[in-house]
Structures are given as C-alpha cells and as structure tokens.
C-alpha cells in the first residue's frame, strides 16, 4: 500500500474521531445526567486524542495537515435526527444516537484494517479499533441500563418487557430477574 493510500485510509478515520467527538459533546450539553454528561466528555475527549494522533502519522507520511476538521455530512444527519427525538430531552435516545455513531466507528476501523497498513499505522489502528470497540460497549449497556430502569412495574422492578426489548436492540442478552422468575 502506498503512502497516499494510507494517508486517505488515515484521514477517513480522523473524520470518524471528530463524528464521535462532535456526538459525544453534543451528548454533554443535552444529557439529563451528571454522570452521563461526565461520561460523554470523557469519551469526547478520548475521540479528539484519537484525531491528533492519527493526524501526526497523516503528516510524518507526507500529508497535509487537516485544519479546520468538522462533522461529516452523515454525522450531521445524524444529530439533526437526535434533536428532533430529543424535543423531551431524553437520555435515551441520546444513548441511542451515540450508540449507533460508534458502531459506525467500529465499522470504519474495521474496514481500515482490512487493508495493508504499513507496521506502525496498523498497530496503531489496531489499537484505536480496541477502544472504538469498548466505547461502543460502554455506550451500549448505558443505553440497556438506562432502558431498566426506565418503566417500572408495579413490583417496582425494572420493567422487564422495556428492559428485553432495549436489551434486543442492542444485541445484549437479559435474564429475568429473579422476583419474574419465582412466580411463574
């Protein structure tokens, strides 16, 4: 692979940072919670770490410099879309939206790697394809956590038909708590 094929690879991926940086901060300034709010800066934070870096091995193979880096086209989609479920200010559907930026993430690191990336662009890659991929965890059992204890039954259990069907959505497994369990 050549260096304008990596540099392009690279480049993709600092657009993919800045997606989840502008979602995540987007996410601060509209979460209803403290420390959901916390958790969004702290991953914002991660994502614009991640864009400097691939931005140093852009320019040590010879690339310009991306100045002036904004949102992409569908990320902006994207957020247009959330302030419109967010009309309530929901949490969420903010997670919802978050969810689906970094499983997009996932995706583009993914296909990067696919290709031959020379030795320290690929491990660097590989590295920034693990934490995309624990974001996306993290985010994803936010969104399964805050889908629990969201309707409450009238035991005052989490609902556990909410809970199955945010769970089913984000591919995770439930069981039954174990109150459902004992009267059947």
């Known amino acids: 692979m050549n260096h304008n094929e990596t540099i392009s690879i690279l480049k993709g991926l600092i657009t993919t940072c800045d997606d989840g940086e502008y979602m995540f901060r987007y996410g601060v ?30 320019v040590r193979l010879g690339g310009p ?17 959330v302030r419109r479920l967010l009309a309530g200010n929901d949490d969420l559907a903010l997670l919802e939206a978050c969810r689906r930026v970094e499983e ?10 696919e290709n031959s990336l020379p030795g320290s662009v690929h491990v660097l890659v590989e ?13 994803r059992d936010l969104f399964v956590m ?14 556990v038909v909410a809970l199955r069907s945010a769970s ?11 109150a459902q369990r004992s009267r059947a």
Do not use: W
């Open 127 to 139: 590295r920034h394809y693990r934490g995309v991929k624990l974001n996306y965890i993290r985010i």
């Open 168 to 178: 089913e959505r984000a591919g995770t497994p439930v069981a039954e708590p174990l």
């Open 65 to 81: 410099v991306v100045a002036g880096r904004r949102a992409s086209s569908l990320l902006r989609g994207v957020a247009l879309a």
């Open 104 to 113: 997009l993430a996932v995706l583009n690191y993914r296909r990067a790697l």
């Open 146 to 159: 805050h889908a629990a204890i969201g309707p409450v039954s009238y035991a005052g259990a989490p609902n």
């Open 29 to 58: 300034r509209r979460a209803r919670s403290g420390e959901l709010a916390m958790t969004f800066a702290c991953l914002a934070d991660n994502c614009q770490q991640g864009a400097r870096e691939l931005q140093r091995y852009v």
